[in-house]
């Protein structure tokens, strides 16, 4: 639901304008609203006298517009997507809460289809031992049961079991990464997305992630797993892991040219 406050509003319409679902009217001066809409909050962003609020959302964190403090310097911002890389060795040094809070908090303003705000992030670094056991355990099982449908894969994760029993720190599912982040939604394009701004915020705290594609098909393929992060019903659509990368790149990785056709 949208409150608009009909003693601050000033009637100029730029809410009624800016609004994708045409929810808004401007009646005798007055802003008006009628439900029902996705609650995209650009009503409340757009408004010069802050009349407007979506009371089922946390009012007290929207913040003013300050040009100053919000400019991206487009060359540094390319730069560390750039010099960003998925990193498989990790520094056994913790992650501290405030960084990790930053990171959700990316993923959270990420945009979503529908405004949907759908994604559950589930972060794993107390527990991730006991996890990472749990998951472990159930793998030589996982790997017969897809056996049929997924040759390829299901020889992949006996290889990578055998070479932990083997060795207990050659983890090639967790890398030994301090932090993994789950993302259980039913659209993968939202989690995608979340997931890459909650990679850059990582760069730009000084730490690196890996997306884990081969650990989001394990856990979605199990149900234990699914019932212990409390999401026996959701997809895994994205799994990512976070920490201090032990691996120092000197340069960028070089890429194909793009594939591009500009008419
Ligand atoms: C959706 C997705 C799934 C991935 N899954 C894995 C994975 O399971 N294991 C792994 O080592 N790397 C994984 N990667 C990392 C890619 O291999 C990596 O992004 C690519 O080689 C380019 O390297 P860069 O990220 O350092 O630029 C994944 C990347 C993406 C985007």
Request: proline share 6%; net charge neutral; hydrophobic share 40%.
């Amino acid at each position: 639901m949208v409150t608009i406050e009909k003693e601050k509003c000033i009637g100029c319409g730029l809410c009624a304008k800016d609004c994708p679902a045409n929810k808004i009217t401007v009646k005798d001066g007055k802003a008006e609203y009628t439900p029902e809409c996705i609650l995209c909050g650009h009503c409340v962003a757009v408004c010069p006298r802050k009349a407007v609020s979506i009371p089922e959302y946390d009012m007290a964190a929207v913040e003013e517009y300050d040009r100053e403090r919000f400019t991206v310097d487009p060359d540094h911002f390319l730069r560390a997507l750039k010099f960003r890389r998925s990193i498989r060795d990790y520094k056994a040094m913790p992650v501290e809460r405030e960084k990790l809070e930053k990171i959700l908090t990316a993923g959270r303003y990420t945009p979503t289809a529908k405004n949907a705000q759908a994604c559950r992030f589930i972060v794993l670094q107390d527990r991730l031992e006991e996890f990472k056991d749990l998951l472990w355990e159930r793998i030589p099982e996982m790997a017969e049961q897809i056996k049929e449908q997924s040759p390829q894969y299901s020889m992949f994760f006996k290889f990578l079991y055998r070479r932990r029993r083997k060795d207990p720190a050659d983890d090639g599912l967790f890398f030994n990464a301090q932090v993994c982040v789950v993302i259980g939604a039913s659209n993968p394009i939202d989690a995608g997305l979340a997931a890459a701004n909650m990679e850059t915020m990582a760069v730009a705290e000084g730490m690196g992630a890996l997306f884990d594609g081969y650990l989001q098909r394990i856990i979605d393929a199990c149900p234990e797993a699914k019932e212990w992060l409390g999401i026996p019903d959701v997809p895994v659509a994205c799994c990512m892991l976070l920490g201090y990368p032990a691996v120092t790149y000197r340069r960028t990785a070089p890429r194909k040219l793009e594939d591009v056709d500009w008419r």
